[in-house]
């Protein structure tokens, strides 16, 4: 993955301990230079070691530690170069989530080495969104429900999340509170 | 790649119709004109950047042309039949560029936005979905974003990276100043501790005192040699090591390392050769860091080879077009390994610990040779066989001169002022002052004391004085500003010139270049022995005589 995540990473880490304790998490999972580069490319592994190196010193179970980094991604990447585009993605949740393959090909087509997951909108009413959400790694599903989360929340929508795989993809039921509600 | 011959006839688009869904997905921001110029549709994202009373509007009242430019009409459209840039006016005002398609009837105008970059973020009114899938124009965007959020990520690091280095360098001058501060406390007392050794030596003493006495004066060199090593890696890593070359013996720089380190090689019934090759005798360098070096290398063979021969050659050879000095040391030690060779120049590092413990020393004298050297713009090598003995070899870049009159002389004799000498102390240490006092009477000289530069100048104003020793750092008037005063006073009372030899516990050069400035004649470091001042006053006092006598 791309150094953006690292730094996300760091954000969210230094909430909880201190620049040094960042450093020796990054000297622990194998980085050799003390700042992480957001357009350098890391292996999946250097990445995926990090996010375990962070999720320990938390104390965080890592399912409950993916959620907290997805949310926080969502700020992140909005504050970052994907801020702007994140903006485009439209002027509600569905257009947005309708949006996210299209963001993630004009991403891909900047960072040639990323591998970029798929959202599709199965379905949309007032009540429920279905999302179906596949991916060549395993295990984000947690993360992914963190940035829906979060995502909601950008256009003021209280939502709870579902999750659960169906063939070979994760299906996402985003039950939507209604105005009364 | 096709072979053979020209590429075929493009196929023709039969069949391809595309349904309303899929028009708006690939042209989102098409318009359809009718023959009156009127626009009949619109793509979704114009309906919706531009509201809904878009259609039914003249095409050339909501639009301005900017390609073609000029065209009002129609005819003037379908004649041009080229490539459109447009802006459109209505709520949003939207630029776009497109082809134009004659159907009949109808125009076709399929264009696609593009985008002002240049627009802070949330006013830029385009989606994702104003775009085509087709059109790069998104990633083009998001591109110049990143661009954009890479430069801003090179300025934070380059101000961190800054900040840092601010950080660091005013730890550096802390460390300095500390370094400078701890050299100054720990000299006035060792300047104490030896000298009352040098004072007791001369008592009558039995010989286990002597031996003891021995043992205290061993010490406190070895300790100011320590204070003297630290104060030099402080000024090298502090960047402030600064060479002063001037024409210099070679010979005669290796000939006294030689006889210095001689005897001790002797007492272990080493022998200890000098040897030149050299084209030349006076070359041109700091002498003072040269003979460092040597002296060091030569010292270290010394302490580590316990039978056998050391061998000082001194060689010189020119190398692409630049002269270089070869000072080798071999001796018969007990060698290093090839492992504890790559750490053997580093700061405090010697070839193993258990070398520290039976041979002494803090392993800093390599790092600040080889620190010189490269300064010096040259090199340290070592081959070594453990058990068989090391070469050390310092090369160092050169010019030889044959201005041989350059050569500061160093006396080896300095001539007897003749007779007894009156001279002023000037120190508000109460032990420095007896330890001087001792001196001067050993001397045969009388002496006055003063407790800073006030009282010295009271004193000067009442009697001459062959020479005054001067403190610098003292309470109410400190010897720099004194010795200014006492100068302005004799150029203005027309009285003889008085050497002043200063005396402090400031080793670095910038102070004794300061004390040399205001007019003194001459710096000594504490601590300083009986020969050290004695030999001073005598070369002072003689040249003083010489140029009066001049």
Not at chain 1, 159 to 169: K, L, Q
Not at chain 2, 70 to 93: F, N, P, T, W
Request: hydrophobic letters at 40%.
């Amino acid at each position: 993955m791309y150094g953006m995540i690292h730094q996300a990473l760091r954000d969210m880490a230094l909430r909880e301990i201190t620049e040094a304790e960042w450093s020796d998490l990054l000297r622990r999972g194998g980085h050799a230079r003390p700042v992480c580069i957001g357009l350098e490319y890391y292996s999946d592994e250097t990445t995926m070691a990090l996010m375990d190196l962070v999720a320990r010193r938390l104390d965080l179970p890592v399912e409950e530690f993916l959620q907290a980094f997805g949310r926080l991604w969502i700020d992140f990447a909005g504050a970052s170069a994907y801020g702007r585009i994140l903006d485009m993605a439209g002027d509600d949740f569905v257009s947005f989530l309708q949006s996210l393959d299209r963001m993630h090909s004009s991403i891909r087509s900047n960072m040639p080495r990323a591998d970029m997951p798929s959202f599709e909108v199965v379905a949309a009413d007032a009540r429920a969104i279905r999302l179906r959400y596949r991916s060549s790694r395993e295990g984000l599903a947690p993360f992914v429900q963190g940035i829906l989360a979060a995502a909601a929340e950008r256009f003021d929508e209280k939502v709870t999340i579902r999750h659960a795989p169906e063939d070979g993809a994760v299906r996402f039921d985003i039950l939507r509170a209604g105005p009364d509600d | 790649m096709i072979e053979g011959g020209p590429f075929p006839q493009a196929t023709p688009a039969e069949g391809l119709e595309l349904s309303p869904e899929e028009l708006s997905t690939l042209f989102p921001a098409h318009l359809v004109l009718g023959a009156d110029g009127v626009i009949i549709d619109a793509g979704p994202s114009l309906r919706r950047q531009c509201g809904p009373d878009l259609l039914g509007r003249c095409f050339f009242d909501c639009v301005t042309l900017e390609r073609p430019a000029g065209v009002g009409c129609m005819d003037g459209l379908r004649a041009h039949r080229r490539a459109l840039i447009l802006r459109l006016e209505g709520e949003q005002s939207l630029r776009l560029r497109g082809l134009l398609l004659d159907r009949g009837e109808r125009l076709w105008l399929m264009l696609g936005h593009i985008p002002d970059l240049q627009a802070e973020a949330g006013r830029q009114p385009l989606q994702i979905a104003d775009f085509s899938p087709t059109d790069g124009t998104l990633d083009m965007m998001l591109a110049a974003e990143m661009r954009s959020g890479m430069l801003a990520e090179t300025r934070a690091l380059a101000t961190a990276l800054e900040e840092q280095r601010n950080k660091a360098e005013a730890a550096n001058r802390a460390k300095s100043a500390f370094l400078t501060t701890m050299s100054h406390e720990i000299r006035t007392p060792m300047n104490a501790v030896l000298g009352v050794a040098n004072i007791l030596a001369d008592t009558e003493l039995t010989d286990e005192q002597r031996d003891w006495l021995d043992v205290m004066t061993a010490s406190g060199h070895s300790l100011m040699e320590l204070l003297n090593n630290i104060l030099d890696l402080s000024k090298i890593e502090a960047g402030l090591m600064e060479l002063r070359p001037e024409p210099f013996d070679l010979r005669e720089l290796a000939r006294s390392v030689h006889g210095l380190f001689a005897p001790a090689a002797a007492m272990k019934d080493i022998r200890m050769t000098l040897d030149f090759d050299l084209e030349g005798s006076v070359y041109v360098g700091d002498s003072l860091r040269v003979r460092q070096v040597l002296s060091n290398l030569v010292g270290n063979a010394t302490k580590f080879t316990e039978a056998g021969q050391i061998a000082i050659t001194i060689r010189d050879r020119v190398e692409e077009g630049r002269r270089l000095v070869e000072l080798s040391v071999k001796d018969t030690g007990i060698g290093i390994s090839a492992e504890a060779i790559s750490r053997l120049f580093r700061a405090f590092t010697q070839a193993d610990s258990s070398t520290t413990r039976r041979y002494g020393g803090t392993g800093l004298g390599l790092s600040i040779s080889k620190s010189l050297v490269e300064q010096m713009g040259g090199d340290i090598r070592v081959q070594s066989r453990v058990g068989r003995g090391s070469t050390f070899t310092a090369l160092i870049p050169l010019a030889m001169t044959e201005q041989a009159d350059a050569v500061r002389p160093v006396p080896a004799a300095v001539p007897d002022p003749g007779g007894p000498l009156h001279a002023l102390i000037v120190e508000d240490n109460a032990t420095n002052r007896l330890i001087l006092s001792h001196y001067l009477r050993r001397m045969g000289h009388s002496y006055d004391a003063a407790n800073n530069g006030q009282q010295a100048i009271a004193l000067w104003e009442e009697q001459e004085y062959d020479v005054i020793i001067m403190d610098i750092e003292m309470p109410v008037l400190d010897g720099l500003v004194a010795t200014r005063e006492l100068r302005r006073r004799e150029r203005a009372l027309g009285r003889r010139y008085t050497p002043i030899i200063a005396l402090s516990a400031d080793a670095m050069m910038q102070k004794r270049e300061t004390a040399l400035s205001v007019g003194m004649d001459s710096y000594l470091t504490k601590p300083v022995s009986l020969e050290e001042i004695e030999e001073r006053i005598r070369t002072i006092c003689a040249e003083t005589s010489r140029q009066a006598s001049g």
